[in-house]
Structure formats: structure tokens, C-alpha cells
């Protein structure tokens, strides 16, 4: 069941429970991503973020977040294969001696009207190999650590309009939903929490969704926070277009 709204939760404007605390986003890219980082950085958390381009607006958003964020140990470029992936997601844990909190934003691909089946299939891999991963690795780390610790997976729509590209989106959207809510069972007993956010699929109605990059950026504070510790396994729906 994919959830627009969140009729008994009033998110508060400030999160002081965050700061200090240790924050890992991942694929920080476009709106969304510098948003949530701000977000993370104005709660005063220790921040290590990893941004996809070495772009004028990286810089930007680094110099922005610098007054604000306890720490910020900042990675640009893409990191590419999953023994890389690994290694990276190992390393920001230890970095901070463990993490309370992993935000992952993966970018829905552009598909080819062309794509095959296996094309699909890989594209969709590759998209959600950092977020497979770097939960995985995660909730290892609180695992051992002993350490209530919340995930978050955030998967930011392509450019919309063939029909290429809406399956393919809804093929990511299903299949993160499928990989939350089965990690997030099997880390409960462990009191880690997982949660998703994706796109607003093209059946459901925009009223009362959760809407723009902003509101994604609070979304993720709150289920980063201790407010949220009854909320794992759970897929939102948000209209980031």
C-alpha cells in the first residue's frame, strides 16, 4: 500500500533532536537533494554527503550547509560498481564511528523506447544499486553498533512523459517499495526503521500528496527523527515534478 498522506503526524518545524547526529545522504543531485541536505544541516546533524556532479551548485550548497551542519565531510562524482559502492557506504560509517540515519536518493534513468526487457531490468538495477547497498551495509553497522537508526530510500522521477519512461518508473517504484518493506521487517527486531518516498505514480490523484522538494526534505527529517519510531516498512507517495 503506497501512502499520500500522514492524517495523525503534524511535522514540527524544528528537530533538535538531530543535531549531532550522524547523517549519511547519498546521490545528491537537483532540488530534492540539495534541499534535503539543507534540511539535515539547518538541524545542526554531522553530515557526510555524497553529491553526484562536482557541479558550481555542489559548491554552492557546500558553502551553504558549511555555517549550519555540526560537521560536513563532502564527496563529489559518481561512484560506480558495487565493490566501489561498498566501499564508500563502509567508509562514511566508520568515519563518524557508525551512523544514526541514511538518506539514499536515486534517480529514476530515462528509457529508450527501443529498451528491451533485460534493458529495463538492468537500468532499474543500476538506479537502486547505491540504495540496496548502502541499506544493507547500514543497518549492519547498527546492527553490530546496538544503535536505533532510521533509513530512508528516495527515488527522484526522470523526466516524465513517454511511455517508456512510465514503466519504467513504475517498475522502480515497485520494486523499491517491494526491497523497503522486506529489509524493514527483517531490521525490526533490531529497532532499525526503513522507510521509502517515490514518485506519485500516474494513476493517483496530486490532491493531498505530499508535494515538491521542500516537503520531501521535512518528510525525510521527520522519519529521521525519534518522532517517527513507529513508522518502518512504509512506502510515501510524493509529487517531486
Do not use: K, W
Not at 536505533?148 to 514503466?167: D, E, F, H, T, Y
Not at 517515490?198 to 522519519?223: C, E, K, N, Q, Y
Not at 512504509?234 to 509529487?239: D, P
Request: glycine content about 8%.
Amino acid at each position: 500500500m503506497l501512502i499520500s498522506t500522514l492524517d495523525d503526524v503534524e511535522f514540527a518545524p524544528e528537530y533538535p533532536e538531530l543535531a549531532g547526529r550522524r547523517i549519511l545522504v547519498s546521490g545528491v543531485a537537483g532540488a530534492v537533494g540539495i534541499d534535503v541536505v539543507r534540511a539535515f544541516a539547518e538541524a545542526g546533524a554531522r553530515l557526510i554527503v555524497q553529491a553526484v556532479e562536482d557541479s558550481p551548485e555542489t559548491l554552492a550548497m557546500a558553502e551553504i550547509i558549511a555555517p549550519h551542519a555540526m560537521d560536513v565531510h563532502l564527496v563529489t562524482g559518481p561512484i560506480e560498481g558495487a565493490e566501489a559502492m561498498l566501499r564508500f557506504a563502509r567508509d562514511a560509517a566508520q568515519r563518524f564511528g557508525g551512523l544514526d540515519c541514511v538518506i539514499n536518493l536515486a534517480q529514476c534513468p530515462d528509457a529508450r523506447a527501443s529498451a528491451t526487457g533485460n534493458d529495463v531490468e538492468r537500468l532499474v538495477s543500476d538506479a537502486l544499486a547505491m540504495p540496496v547497498l548502502a541499506t544493507r551495509v547500514a543497518v549492519n553497522r547498527m546492527r553490530t553498533m546496538m544503535a536505533v537508526g532510521s533509513i530512508v530510500n528516495v527515488l527522484i522521477p526522470a523526466q516524465r512523459g513517454a511511455a517508456a519512461g512510465q514503466l519504467l518508473e513504475a517498475i522502480a517504484r515497485n520494486t523499491l517499495a517491494s526491497f523497503t518493506r522486506n529489509e524493514a521487517e527483517a531490521a525490526s527486531v533490531d529497532d532499525i526503521r526503513i522507510n521509502a518516498i517515490v514518485p506519485l505514480s500516474f494513476a493517483s490523484d496530486r490532491d493531498g500528496a505530499i508535494g515538491g522538494a521542500a516537503d520531501v526534505a521535512t518528510l525525510a527529517l521527520h522519519l529521521a527523527s525519534g518522532r517517527s519510531h513507529d513508522l518502518s516498512g512504509l512506502v510515501f507517495e510524493a509529487y517531486c515534478g
